[in-house]
């Protein structure tokens, strides 16, 4: 794995500079925590180890989902994108293989899907949005998808979703090792390493992982046209991931993590534009620490983080163009237990961030602060369980809306929920919405809303089957809606869209055990209406019409036979038509695209086992494009062998 | 199951059926018109720009007489997509060239079927083309720091004029050319015999647009930026002198599209709103002649023989525009569909 970090031929002084520093702090956590296991190793815990993330399950009656293993397995050396592409009902708008991924879930923007990595929004600063190519599935061992607005929960643009990436402490499991490689049509080279060890008091664990590509693959525009190839796509990604989880005694806990990431690619061309040598490299280190005291009837948690990210845009030739933020968010949090059932959450959260950009004039610097408070009981029977929480945010000296959140479920009858749950919400303005010079407006509001949901939920296991669904419809009304609309001399943001979104998804999977064999089938559907409310200028033909990029109707079917050491998986994903124009009348045709793994495992010695596993993308050659103009390419290919040691 | 948790269920699938079915829309667009266009004879071109990336520019088609529109001209002709970020559009000698700036091309197109007859390639980021003879035009660029020098027989790119920043329009008046410039506090004149840069004249920042008036005087808006005002310039296009300058009122203002009434003695230039003032006015108007109310006015030109103002609103940017027709006493003659953000005109 070093060699192929090491191995690039264009690593500037600064970047192996980093990289030696990544190497050295790699070993001495591997070292600390080796150390640490013969001292603690017989220590006996009194309390219950709390591994859950925090508040989750605080948001009773939303929609959720967590990423299942065999998901996980799936992409395993994949980006975020791609896995809730084929996952989940999120849309990803992305611009190629390799390229930008930026979300539409529930009919919300870019801006209004939260990514929290350990509960740390990974938004922005500046542009509010999240690559979720730079994202790789590595980055967390556990992924849960929450569908809907829960702002009072998670702070602004939690708004059409939530996605959580969290990496939960593995105490008592033994030392765990993974290696992995794949080869990939397109040039397509990913290596990664894994290793984590746990004790009673310890977890420590630490990744590693090298991407390149050139990406250079042909596609077809229509029948009976020139196969044209896809230029100047190539990429290079490599990071560290590293995270150790410390029992200091039986109530208190410390945790810290790094991760540090690069990234250089280079810019396609549209189908339109002749050529591009556009490239754009990013940076980032991401640094967290948490504490945490456990009492009989409370928990104390004092967690901190700082980002710094930095994006090197080289438009058409030498000359750069740097923005750089940094992050810093500190929280403390008191959770209460007075009674059975009862858990009451109080927490403080200050974040400041930082960034400078040839598009600023000075260097604006902004003072986040939010007081939030949750509360869930949960009947004895548990029949059924209910929460409520609210949170008030202050930006710089001004207050933003009050949000809050109310839901609940009840159990109908044996592995049958109803759940409901409303909420206001909001959104503020980005670094660039208010700081761009020229345009940007100072005294912009906070986009502010409301919404609701009211699902079924359904779980049962009959003899050898068992069988899951939810279906669940959402209305959501989100007021000052931000976009850039041309002013006298340049673009400028305001405050003018109502947007209303409503819907309703539905999903189920069936799970057939015979033998040694087990089958799964699933089908997912997704019902998007969302509509501009509000004329933006007179004449303007976009009331009532859909919103750009979002497309109305999309489905996934999954179909999974598991025998033995064997298994194989075949997922389509279908979208419907997307508008390119405000008015509808531009458009992109809807298309299907399938894709298949197979993978099978052995095991060698006691507690190692190698599986090999073949993808095939992009089955049956659809030619489509998620955004106008950007080809997507045909049927493509890869390979990969991992070996694993230990329990995972 | 008892009676009540039946109960309940059946209530809440109802409930949800009811919310499925109220929500429930067809998403399939009407498709687009594929058949080839009716040649066009008179009336006027409609340049869409379209959105930077998306490939989408285009050229409408309006005949007054008829009150016909043509949506797009060019790619029911040539059976695909013009290209991205159609910048100008210019007449000559029976030729329409097309400046399509981030596809880096100037495509060469019949007027009236707009069938393609020639491509020119090899520009960074083309502006505008102007012919200075016969067989020769300079093309502007906004990224590679020159002016192209372009063989029109040839369709191919013989040479070009080193000249600092982004390049736009221009105007032959005699055996010189005057280049505006976006990112300079200049007016470049070029020699078209020597192909060179002889003289500069001093302006504001943001030069985007000239014309040359019925006295021979050269106009000049510039959009100002980094300590220079927003402003009109009058030039003498002989001894290269500023005769006069209008100064905007405020930084915020950004005069653009400066452009004639067909006898040159009427200038009209959007800010914001539509302004219009002779040249013998000494003070820039302060009335708009067509007020935006709303709009977002991004494109200007004006009917050579009846006078008709044409203003186009881009509303957001991202459906089609909406083209007003005003007489010259500033009457409304109504307004007709163009393409994806019109920028400008070209009457024929």
């Excluded at chain 1, 999309?554 to 050491?565: D, E, N």
């Excluded at chain 2, 030109?301 to 005003?326: E, I, K, M």
Aim: charged fraction near 20%; charge should be neutral.
């Amino acid at each position: 794995m070093w060699s192929a970090l090491g191995t690039d031929g264009r690593v500037c002084g600064a970047a192996a500079f980093v990289r030696r520093g990544i190497v050295s702090s790699a070993l001495v956590m591997l070292w600390f925590s080796l150390h640490a296991q013969t001292v603690v190793d017989t220590l006996r815990l009194r309390e219950v180890v709390v591994v859950a993330p925090r508040l989750v399950g605080m948001n009773v009656g939303a929609r959720s989902k967590v990423v299942d293993s065999t998901a996980f397995a799936r992409h395993a050396t994949a980006d975020l994108g791609t896995l809730l592409t084929n996952e989940s009902s999120v849309f990803i708008k992305s611009y190629g293989l390799g390229s930008l991924a930026t979300t539409a879930f529930r009919g919300g923007s870019a801006n209004h899907t939260a990514v929290l990595w350990n509960g740390f929004n990974l938004g922005s600063p500046m542009n509010g949005q999240l690559d979720l190519s730079l994202v790789p599935v590595l980055a967390a061992n556990d992924v849960r998808i929450e569908h809907g607005g829960a702002t009072a929960l998670w702070g602004s643009g939690a708004v059409g979703g939530t996605i959580h990436l969290n990496n939960l402490p593995r105490f008592d499991r033994g030392p765990y090792v993974e290696v992995g490689a794949s080869v990939g049509s397109f040039g397509d080279l990913r290596q990664q390493v894994s290793a984590s060890l746990g004790n009673a008091r310890w977890s420590a664990s630490v990744a590693l992982f090298h991407t390149a590509a050139r990406n250079d693959f042909r596609y077809v525009l229509a029948d009976n046209t020139a196969e044209r190839k896809q230029e100047n796509a190539q990429l290079e990604q490599r990071g560290l991931l590293t995270q150790v989880h410390h029992q200091i005694t039986a109530q208190q806990r410390v945790s810290v993590g790094y991760w540090y990431q690069f990234s250089d690619r280079g810019i396609p061309p549209t189908l339109q534009q002749g050529r591009s040598t556009a490239e754009q490299r990013d940076e980032s280190h991401r640094l967290t620490a948490a504490w945490q005291y456990s009492a009989r009837r409370s928990v104390v948690h004092v967690r901190s983080a700082w980002f710094q990210e930095g994006l090197r845009w080289f438009p058409f030739d030498d000359t750069a163009v740097d923005s750089r933020s940094r992050t810093a968010i500190a929280e403390g949090e008191w959770r209460f237990r007075p009674g059975r059932g009862h858990l009451f959450i109080m927490g403080l959260n200050a974040t400041h961030a930082a960034a400078r950009s040839d598009g600023y004039a000075d260097a604006p610097q902004q003072l986040r602060s939010a007081l939030f408070g949750a509360y869930t009981y949960t009947a004895r029977s548990g029949r059924w369980s209910a929460s409520a929480s609210a949170r008030q945010e202050r930006m710089d000296q001004r207050l933003v809306p009050f949000t809050a959140n109310i839901g609940a479920q009840v159990r109908l009858m044996p592995g049958a929920q109803l759940k409901a749950s409303v909420s206001k919400l909001y959104r503020v303005p980005t670094f660039n919405d208010l700081y761009w010079v020229p345009g940007g407006v100072r005294d912009l509001l906070p986009e502010s809303g409301h919404g609701a949901e009211v699902g079924v939920a359904l779980d049962r296991t009959v003899g050898r089957v068992a069988v899951n669904g939810e279906v669940t419809t959402y209305s959501r009304t989100m007021d000052q809606w931000i976009i850039w609309l041309p002013g006298p001399a340049y673009w400028s943001p305001q405050n003018v869209m109502q947007v209303w979104s409503r819907g309703v998804e539905a999903g189920a999977e069936v799970i057939v055990s015979v033998g040694r064999s087990k089958l799964t089938f699933a089908l997912n559907t997704d019902h998007v209406v969302s509509t501009n409310q509000r004329a933006k200028s007179s004449d303007d033909a976009s009331v009532d019409k859909q919103l750009i990029y979002t497309p109305m109707y999309s489905g996934r079917g999954r179909i999974g036979v598991q025998h033995g050491r064997f298994s194989a998986t075949c997922i389509a994903v279908y979208t419907g038509y997307r508008y390119t124009s405000t008015d509808t009348r531009s458009f992109l045709e809807p298309f299907t695209v399938a894709n298949a793994w197979l993978a099978y495992a052995l095991r060698t010695g006691k507690r190692g086992s190698l599986s090999v596993d073949l993808q095939c993308n992009n089955l049956f050659d659809a030619r489509y494009q998620v955004i106008a103009d950007r080809p997507m390419p045909l049927r493509h290919y890869r390979i990969g062998v991992r070996y694993q040691f230990g329990e995972r | 199951m008892n009676g009540m948790s039946a109960r309940m269920c059946v209530v809440s699938a109802m409930v949800l059926l009811a919310f499925a079915l109220q929500s429930c829309r067809k998403d399939r667009p009407e498709p687009p018109v594929e058949e080839p266009n009716a040649p066009v004879d008179r009336g006027v071109y409609v340049i869409n720009e379209g959105n930077f990336q998306w490939g989408n520019a285009s050229v409408s088609h309006f005949d007054a007489a008829t009150g016909e529109v043509v949506e797009d001209l060019y790619a029911p002709a040539n059976g695909e997509a013009l290209g991205d970020v159609l910048q100008s559009m210019t007449l000559h000698d029976g030729k329409a060239y097309l400046v399509v700036n981030n596809s880096g091309k100037v495509e060469v197109v019949d007027p009236a079927t707009f069938v393609s007859s020639a491509t020119i390639t090899g520009f960074a980021s083309p502006r505008y083309l102007l012919p200075v003879s016969s067989s020769k035009a300079y093309v502007s660029d906004l990224q590679s720091g020159s002016i192209a020098v372009v063989d029109l027989q040839a369709n191919s790119i013989t040479g070009s004029i080193p000249c600092a920043g982004w390049t736009e329009m221009m105007a032959l008046v005699g055996s010189e050319v005057f280049v505006t410039n976006q990112t300079r506090r200049y007016v470049y004149v070029i020699d078209t015999a020597t192909d060179a840069i002889v003289d500069s004249i001093a302006v504001s920042r943001g030069g985007n647009s000239l014309v040359l008036d019925a006295d021979g005087a050269l106009w000049v808006a510039c959009s100002g930026g980094t300590g220079t005002a927003p402003a009109l310039y009058r030039i003498d296009p002989v001894s290269h002198n500023v005769d006069a300058t209008f100064p905007l009122p405020s930084s915020a203002d950004s005069p653009s599209r400066l452009t004639m009434n067909g006898d040159g003695t009427v200038l009209y230039f959007l800010n914001t709103d539509v302004f219009r003032m002779a040249i013998t006015d000494d003070a820039l108007p302060s009335v708009p002649f067509v007020a935006a109310d709303g709009r977002n006015f991004y494109g200007l030109g004006v009917d050579p023989n009846s006078g008709v103002v044409h203003a186009a609103d881009a509303l957001d940017f991202t459906q089609r525009g909406v083209v007003h027709r005003y007489g010259a006493d500033g009457a409304s003659l109504g307004t007709f569909y163009a393409g994806r953000i019109p920028s400008a005109f070209i009457f024929h």
